[in-house]
């Protein structure tokens, strides 16, 4: 097997320094990753990641062999890999790109410009790397704009200077045609240095000239006023001059090195222009015997070595440690401040559950507040109705009722079906004083009972708000089911205390309407019981012997007068009956806001639970991430620092 006698020291020590970077980084990337995962880290931190990652990745160097056809380009090539790979004419080639890569085994890929990709021999590469005779005779045009190939990616296990992380670009020759030019100008685009090669017997032509001023303006980032550091200057075939006087070979070196050199430099650093035979140097290595020449080729590589190692390795790279260490910093920062959110987020969960204790005691308050509101409102209505009911049987009441006597009448007689007819008169005054029940229930009863339901009403809805403002202000915080059922019992408490005048009156009268039908209830029988003996006592003793009109007038008096008195006696208990309805509306509204409270309160235990359990479990989970932050923090900073020391010791 061929090998070259050159070996690169400097770049094997700078791929050491890149993959101990890179062992680090790894290391990094872990730690970064895991904290994501643990949602200590925003994923902001994983995309950085990703960039640097890309760069990594890639080929460290990337160095283009550029220059007019017939220059040597080829030969140089494989005097730089070691083996004849490269075909090499006397006519122009390299009609596209050429990639040479390191790869684990000998490869050849032909990319095209369609996307598609193949694998080829290198026989095929050497036919396909080269442009067709006749077409590089003259008919370029036509050839090279049917030419459907990209580049072609060689890949081999024994390029030493590409296994050291240097990816090197054949271009077409420059010059050759527009469309190859263009191409070449492409590949630079992002390219670490240039190797231009010119020929001795020829060099620097100014069209050369001119091609440098394009490179270097292209290297220098557009900028035109100053010389390109990374364009190494090969002028080839300088064994022609072997045979010339010493006097023309140091001419042409003056020559060459005061248009790169001089007052409007095209070129800057140390080591730059190389004289060489890269013909010679490549017979050299294959046979592997030492030569002058193979000696100034050494040299040469050693230059480009230095330069991509030492100059443009720690330019490239030194960003890499400045971008790993800001993002270790950044990093650390907020696995701080999630360490510090952890925090608040405790101290957060204390306050809500202590803000739960204190509304369950501001609710439990609403009990003794709304007993107290309803004992006072009983007491107000109680004392109303009685103070009405005492009015209303003074107030003519009773001179009402005797205008009404006269009208009385019965269908059957008084002699012979004396009880009939007193039952008749008594069904009439019962009617009579129902008609004035029924009118003081509608005037007086009704409106007053309804008027302090009204008012306690509006007293309950005012606790009720309160306790609905705590439950928003704790909505914002808990988020459970629990604030579903809340929201339904408060759509209840809407419905029943809030909504609409209609529905508030009738839940206010809901038990004051029977109130007349009660007090009937409670005088007529009574009524009964009490006159229909008397009654039948007058009978036997007038009307059995005489009968006149005065007789039925006094009868109806008597009847009217028995009813009369038996009404004002049941008054009392008519009031203990309204007292009754009056306490039974009021508890019924106060054992619905009781159940309303009790069901807050429960709602508010089961939350205060869950809660309780949330803090129990922010403590703990508080525990485990504040111990794993700090391992990461630390973890994060020793890596860093092994980085700041490996940029250092490099």
């Given amino acids: 097997m061929n090998k070259t006698n050159v070996v690169y020291k400097e770049l094997e020590k700078f791929q050491v320094y890149r993959q101990q970077i890179e062992d680090l980084f790894h290391q990094i990337t872990l730690i970064l990753k895991d904290c994501c995962e643990n949602e ?135 010059n050759e045609h527009p469309e190859r030019t263009a191409v070449t100008k492409q590949l630079l685009e992002d390219i670490d240095a240039i190797i231009f090669l010119t020929n001795s017997s020829d060099s620097l032509k100014q069209t050369e000239i001119e091609l440098i001023q394009e490179l270097k303006i292209s290297l220098n980032g557009g900028i035109s006023d100053q010389p390109a550091s990374n364009l190494f200057l090969v002028v080839n075939k300088w064994d022609l001059l072997d045979d010339e006087e010493e006097q023309e070979r140091q001419d042409v070196k003056e020559r060459i090195e005061l248009i790169c050199l001089g007052e409007t430099a095209l070129i800057s650093g140390e080591n ?27 040299y040469f590589t050693q230059s480009l070595e230095t330069f991509l190692a ?38 957060s969960s204390e306050a809500e559950k202590q803000k739960m204790i204190e509304q369950i005691g501001q609710i439990s308050g609403c009990h003794g507040r709304i007993n107290k509101l309803a004992s006072e409102t009983s007491k107000q209505i109680k004392e109303k109705l009685h103070e009405a009911l005492d009015n209303w049987g003074k107030e003519n009441l009773k001179d009402r009722l005797t205008d009404k006597v006269i009208h009385w009448s019965s269908s059957h007689s008084l002699e012979k079906e004396q009880e009939a007819v007193i039952k008749d008169y008594q069904q009439q005054f019962s009617e009579d004083l129902k008609c004035e029940i029924t009118k003081f229930e ?23 708000e309160k306790i609905k403002r705590g439950i928003d202000g704790i909505e914002q915080q808990i988020k459970s089911d629990l604030t579903n059922e809340l929201n339904t019992i408060l759509e209840s408490i809407e419905i029943e205390f809030i909504l609409g005048e209609e529905i508030r009156i009738s839940a206010g009268l809901s038990g004051a309407c029977v109130v007349g039908l009660l007090l009937l209830e409670t005088l007529l029988p009574m009524f009964v019981i009490i006159l229909t003996p008397v009654i039948l006592g007058f009978v036997i003793d007038g009307l059995s012997r005489k009968h006149d009109k005065n007789k039925e007038i006094k009868l109806k008096n008597k009847v009217f007068e028995q009813g009369w008195k038996s009404f004002r006696k049941s008054l009392d208990p008519m009031k203990k009956k309204l007292d009754e309805i009056v306490f039974s509306t009021i508890d019924k509204r106060v054992e619905k806001a009781d159940s309303i409270i009790t069901e807050f309160i429960s709602l508010y235990e089961n939350m205060l639970e ?22 990461k923090s630390q973890e994060l900073q020793q890596f860093s620092k092994q980085i700041e020391q490996l940029v250092n010791d490099f």
Avoid at 105 to 125: A, D, F, H, P, W
Avoid at 272 to 298: C, G, Y
Avoid at 321 to 337: A, D, T
């Fill in 310 to 347: 030492k100059d443009r390795g720690l330019l490239k790279f030194q960003k890499v440690p400045n971008q790993i260490h800001n993002l270790v910093e950044v990093s650390i920062k907020q696995l701080g401040q999630t360490d510090q959110d952890f925090e608040e987020k405790l101290k």
């Fill in 610 to 631: 869950a809660q309780e359990k949330l803090y129990q479990e922010t403590i703990e989970k508080r525990q485990t991430n504040k111990t794993m932050i700090t391992q």
């Fill in 40 to 174: 200590f880290l925003s994923f902001e931190q994983i995309k950085e990641l990703e960039t640097i990652s890309q760069f990594l990745n890639s080929e460290a160097f990337r160095v283009a062999v550029v220059g007019e056809y017939s220059k040597g380009k080829s030969t140089l090539l494989n005097a730089l890999l070691g083996e004849k790979i490269q075909p090499v004419r006397t006519i122009p080639c390299t009609g596209t790109i050429s990639v040479l890569k390191y790869g684990t085994q000998k490869r050849v890929t032909c990319v095209y410009k369609n996307g598609k990709q193949e694998e080829i021999s290198l026989e095929q590469y050497q036919e396909k790397a080269s442009i067709d005779k006749d077409i590089a005779k003259g008919r370029f045009s036509e050839g090279l704009k049917k030419n459907p190939i990209k580049e072609i990616i060689f890949e081999h296990p024994n390029l030493e200077l590409c296994k050291n992380g240097v990816t090197i670009l054949d271009s077409p020759g420059l």
């Fill in 272 to 298: 730059r222009i190389h004289f060489l035979s890269a013909q010679k140097v490549l017979k050299a290595i294959i046979e592997q015997s030492d030569s002058q020449h193979l000696d100034n080729f050494q």
């Fill in 442 to 464: 509608k005037d007086k009863l009704i409106p007053l009972i309804k008027e302090n339901c009204l008012i306690l009403d509006q007293q309950l809805k005012l606790e009720f």
